[in-house]
């Protein structure tokens, strides 16, 4: 089911406290209050929903797929990291930076059925980057809930060559209440993520950056009980003016669960470059090696300065089995004080 025929719609408010204490000894407190309220509405077509009629009886869950609903997700949080600071004769200094987090909050409100049109967080790419976020779902169709910890160390370095390293290591636990990452939804988001146990994979990266604007990282995740290498990403990347480019190979094991019944080898190639001040276009490309296929492509060009971006965007991607090219047409506008709003279509055809 990738997505719904017909037309869906959602209003997100959130709202989100939070303040450091650092003690005598250096470790630092933060306390976070968080509060997101949604208000949705779905006009399906018939098609769908007696396609979702049919994939809930398969799945034996419940078909509650509603024109309109309203939602909230409250959490109560508390980060703690100790920041231990270290210099070496050679003129290098290092910070190594124990962190734990807990949040406290209630179950994911409609999950466990099939009642929330997931449109916008049907990516789920479990990492080192999103050890640490109050939500690791990409989008706000999908809130994250129930008690969750996540532990783990950060380390960066910096050289008087100009030179500096990052690394990041850790886990994450589900404590209390139900895990929305082993809860179905309408793509399965969660399933083989890495998150939908009690006990998370492990996730780690390492990174380098140089003055002259290259910058390099291997990261992964790995099986919490064998290590086994679930997920490998290598990067590298150049910023510099008039254009920037990056690269990355992507291994991706079988999540047959989110519908990707083999492993994945992916290359990605993107470039970006200004055309004027605050003007600029850019352009990406992923093939799968595995499969001999340009799975995703897009360009779009933005405008930023002080007040606001401007993005606007027109990407392609290709079903592994199907070969059905789905298009996407969006635009996003975010100003600085205020907040985000944007938009996008999508349609899909098939390759001849």
Same mark, same amino acid.
């Given at each position: 089911?990738?997505?719904?025929?017909?037309?869906?719609?959602?209003?997100?408010?959130?709202?989100?406290?939070?303040?450091?204490?650092?003690?005598?000894?250096?470790?630092?407190?933060?306390?976070?209050?968080?509060?997101?309220?949604?208000?949705?509405?779905?006009?399906?077509?018939?098609?769908?929903?007696?396609?979702?009629?049919?994939?809930?009886?398969?799945?034996?869950?419940?078909?509650?797929?509603?024109?309109?609903?309203?939602?909230?997700?409250?959490?109560?949080?508390?980060?703690?990291?100790?920041?231990?600071?270290?210099?070496?004769?050679?003129?290098?200094?290092?910070?190594?930076?124990?962190?734990?987090?807990?949040?406290?909050?209630?179950?994911?409100?409609?999950?466990?059925?099939?009642?929330?049109?997931?449109?916008?967080?049907?990516?789920?790419?479990?990492?080192?980057?999103?050890?640490?976020?109050?939500?690791?779902?990409?989008?706000?169709?999908?809130?994250?809930?129930?008690? %969750?910890?996540? /532990? @783990? =160390?950060? +380390?960066?370095? &910096?050289?008087?060559?100009?030179?500096? !390293?990052?690394?990041?290591?850790?886990?994450?636990?589900?404590?209390?209440?139900?895990?929305?990452?082993?809860?179905?939804?309408?793509?399965?988001?969660?399933?083989?993520?890495?998150?939908?146990?009690?006990?998370?994979?492990?996730?780690?990266?390492?990174?380098?950056?140089?003055?002259?604007?290259?910058?390099?990282?291997?990261?992964?995740?790995?099986?919490?009980?064998?290590?086994?290498?679930?997920?490998?990403?290598?990067?590298?990347?150049?910023?510099?003016?008039?254009?920037?480019?990056?690269?990355?190979?992507?291994?991706?094991?079988?999540?047959?669960?989110?519908?990707?019944?083999?492993?994945?080898?992916?290359?990605?190639?993107?470039?970006?470059?200004?055309?004027?001040?605050?003007?600029?276009?850019?352009?990406?490309?992923?093939?799968?090696?595995?499969?001999?296929?340009?799975? %995703?492509?897009? /360009? @779009? =060009?933005? +405008?930023?300065? &002080?007040?606001?971006?401007?993005?606007? !965007?027109?990407?392609?991607?290709?079903?592994?089995?199907?070969?059905?090219?789905?298009?996407?047409?969006?635009?996003?506008?975010?100003?600085?004080?205020?907040?985000?709003?944007?938009?996008?279509?999508?349609?899909?055809?098939?390759?001849?």
């Amino acid at each position: 089911m990738p997505g719904i025929e017909g037309e869906s719609g959602r209003l997100t408010a959130e709202a989100e406290w939070k303040r450091s204490f650092v003690t005598d000894d250096g470790l630092v407190l933060t306390p976070l209050l968080a509060l997101q309220g949604d208000v949705d509405y779905l006009k399906a077509s018939s098609a769908s929903l007696d396609a979702i009629n049919n994939m809930a009886t398969n799945l034996g869950q419940q078909d509650d797929m509603r024109s309109s609903f309203a939602r909230f997700m409250a959490t109560a949080g508390l980060e703690m990291r100790w920041p231990v600071l270290f210099s070496m004769a050679s003129g290098s200094s290092h910070v190594i930076e124990p962190m734990a987090q807990v949040f406290v909050r209630p179950n994911e409100q409609y999950v466990g059925g099939l009642a929330v049109p997931n449109e916008d967080a049907q990516s789920m790419v479990f990492d080192a980057t999103t050890l640490f976020e109050r939500d690791k779902f990409s989008g706000y169709d999908r809130v994250e809930g129930g008690s %969750r910890a996540n /532990v @783990g =160390f950060r +380390y960066s370095g &910096s050289y008087n060559n100009g030179w500096g !390293t990052n690394a990041i290591f850790g886990q994450s636990y589900q404590i209390g209440g139900e895990n929305s990452f082993a809860a179905p939804d309408l793509v399965n988001v969660g399933a083989n993520s890495g998150l939908d146990t009690t006990k998370s994979d492990y996730v780690g990266l390492f990174g380098i950056s140089s003055p002259n604007g290259f910058a390099a990282s291997i990261s992964g995740r790995f099986d919490e009980q064998t290590f086994e290498n679930r997920r490998t990403e290598v990067k590298a990347a150049y910023s510099g003016l008039p254009v920037s480019l990056s690269a990355k190979y992507a291994f991706i094991q079988a999540q047959p669960l989110y519908g990707f019944t083999t492993d994945r080898h992916e290359v990605t190639l993107g470039a970006s470059t200004h055309l004027a001040e605050n003007w600029r276009v850019f352009g990406t490309g992923t093939y799968d090696l595995q499969e001999n296929l340009l799975v %995703r492509d897009g /360009v @779009g =060009f933005a +405008y930023n300065d &002080s007040c606001f971006t401007y993005l606007m !965007t027109y990407s392609q991607s290709r079903d592994l089995n199907t070969r059905e090219v789905s298009q996407s047409i969006g635009f996003n506008l975010s100003f600085r004080t205020l907040g985000d709003f944007g938009s996008s279509t999508n349609g899909v055809d098939t390759i001849q």
